[in-house]
């Protein structure tokens, strides 16, 4: 029986790259020469480090431009709140993968409101959908990539 998995994943190599150049460009910057200022990745978290508020803004644009280039939607980032005080200002940027159980319950939801003869289930952090024809599942992707989940999905193991 044709199925395929929805995941939502990020290329930990590919995000690596991207830090790496936003570090390279935050070097070459004008703005911040001099500064004490950087990205430290832990996992799929960002710590940026600057002087002020305004700098982590700049910073910020610079990450997410350099995380579109590598190929890693923008969609999974998620910037907390600053930490300021006088002398220095840090952010955490929190890449978001993984489909929770919230999220989970909302794809399982498109696919059966949708007309589509098709099964969705839940199997850990991905949702498996199956159905008897290649092109049910097709339409399955073209729905869920119009749907508005806030978080990027990826489709893959797709078999026939």
Not at 13 to 26: G, I, P
Not at 141 to 158: S, T, V, W
Request: net charge positive; proline share 3%.
């Amino acid at each position: 029986m044709p199925s395929f998995d929805v995941v939502s994943q990020i290329n930990r190599h590919e995000l690596t790259n991207a830090v790496d150049q936003a570090r390279r460009e935050l070097a070459q910057r004008f703005d911040f020469k001099g500064v004490e200022a950087g990205f430290d990745l832990l996992e799929t978290t960002v710590t940026m480090t600057a002087p002020s508020e305004f700098q982590l803004k700049q910073m910020l644009e610079i990450l997410k431009l350099k995380i579109a280039k590598r190929g890693i939607d923008v969609a999974c980032v998620d910037p907390q709140t600053p930490d300021v005080n006088l002398a220095r200002a840090a952010q955490q940027v929190v890449l978001k993968h993984g489909i929770d159980a919230d999220t989970g319950k909302k794809l399982v939801r498109v696919v059966k409101d949708s007309s589509l003869k098709l099964q969705a289930q839940i199997q850990g952090d991905k949702v498996r959908v199956t159905g008897k024809k290649r092109d049910d599942l097709q339409a399955a992707i073209a729905l869920l990539r119009k749907a508005e989940l806030g978080i990027p999905l990826q489709f893959d193991n797709f078999r026939d």
